[in-house]
């Protein structure tokens, strides 16, 4: 078998050299001197795209002259052509792992991305990706389900599910500020606020909808396709980094979402629990506790934000506080 010629280059220099190797090892050692980038951990990349070249098949694919990048150990390429990528894309390769790779080098790329126009086209080219999106049942997507308990039988069920953990977390916490105050009367009104919350939650089938792609759409955060975006930090209105996610269309994506968080933008522990703690010790006589707005503060996407784990501000979010009116009702 005859040699290949390529042209190399490192992830930090655009400065091109040509080599050419007979077989994968061959191209990764003479590469690597010519780049000076250690073979442990070196990882060979397409520039275009960013796709590992990781097989032997793969390197004999390879047309003469492609352009490659030798990453070192924890470097990353995202590629450089959203053209060539969304081609390669709407093409469908066989492979689920390069498609997955793929449509995540373009992720990583739109993310960067600073016009919002070019942003909006690109979001709409990689809707219109197929993959395994669409599938929404295990029989269709056996992977997706790879861990899950059996009674899972559809996607949505299960994203469903980690909306209402998320939930009851809430209530658990709320349950437990509540079970460890001292003051019996201050604790009796609380308990009777969270009495209140239960029926609520259990109607509102503890806010599963909000992940749920086939829930109506003012009652679910992301489109029907599945796809959330990241409302940005407690203290924007968006976010800049134009972070976006579908857990439905892989296995992989369905764990990265489980880092996203609602964020309670007035805060739990800091903020939400201390007020309502404040609003039972001190409720005028002949008034109530309007538990609704508690409930909302807590549980409801009026104080929720959806964000990517960098959107997560884990500072005191100053300025965002309970509204002492609202914290009444009755005569
Ligand atoms: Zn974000």
């Not at 994203?159 to 604790?187: C, H, W």
């Not at 739990?268 to 109530?288: F, N, V």
Request: aromatic residues 10%; charged residues 30%.
């Amino acid at each position: 078998m005859g040699s290949k010629p390529f042209k190399i280059r490192s992830a930090d220099d655009s400065q091109k050299y040509g080599v050419a190797a007979q077989d994968l090892n061959d191209l990764i050692a003479k590469g690597c001197k010519v780049l000076k980038v250690p073979i442990k951990g070196c990882k060979i990349c397409l520039q275009q795209d960013g796709t590992l070249i990781n097989s032997r098949e793969f390197f004999q694919a390879l047309p003469p002259l492609s352009v490659l990048v030798f990453l070192r150990k924890g470097e990353k390429w995202t590629g450089d052509d959203y053209g060539k990528m969304i081609k390669t894309l709407l093409e469908a390769p066989e492979d689920p792992v390069r498609r997955q790779q793929l449509t995540e080098n373009l992720e990583d790329m739109i993310a960067k991305e600073s016009s919002p126009e070019r942003v909006h086209a690109l979001n709409l080219y990689l809707q219109s990706i197929p993959d395994n999106i669409d599938a929404e049942t295990r029989e269709e997507d056996p992977d997706w389900f790879e861990g899950l308990d059996k009674r899972y039988k559809t996607k949505s069920q299960v994203m469903a599910y980690s909306a209402q953990g998320r939930i009851r977390g809430y209530f658990s916490t709320t349950k437990e500020f509540i079970s460890n105050l001292e003051d019996p009367v201050t604790k009796l009104i609380l308990k009777r606020v969270l009495e209140s919350f239960r029926p609520r939650l259990k109607n509102n089938g503890y806010h599963g909808d909000y992940f749920r792609r086939t829930a109506k759409p003012k009652k679910r955060l992301c489109t029907q396709a599945g796809w959330f975006v990241c409302h940005g930090p407690y203290n924007t209105k968006t976010c800049q980094e134009k972070h976006m996610i579908n857990p439905y269309s892989s296995r992989q994506k369905r764990a990265a979402f489980s880092t996203w968080n609602l964020d309670h933008r007035i805060e739990k522990s800091r903020s939400i629990l201390p007020s309502m703690q404040q609003a039972a010790m001190s409720c005028p006589k002949g008034k109530q506790l309007n538990w609704e707005y508690f409930y909302e503060l807590l549980f409801t996407t009026d104080n929720l934000k959806l964000v990517e784990i960098s959107c997560h501000k884990k500072d005191a979010h100053k300025g965002y506080d309970c509204d002492e009116k609202k914290y009444y009702t009755g005569k």
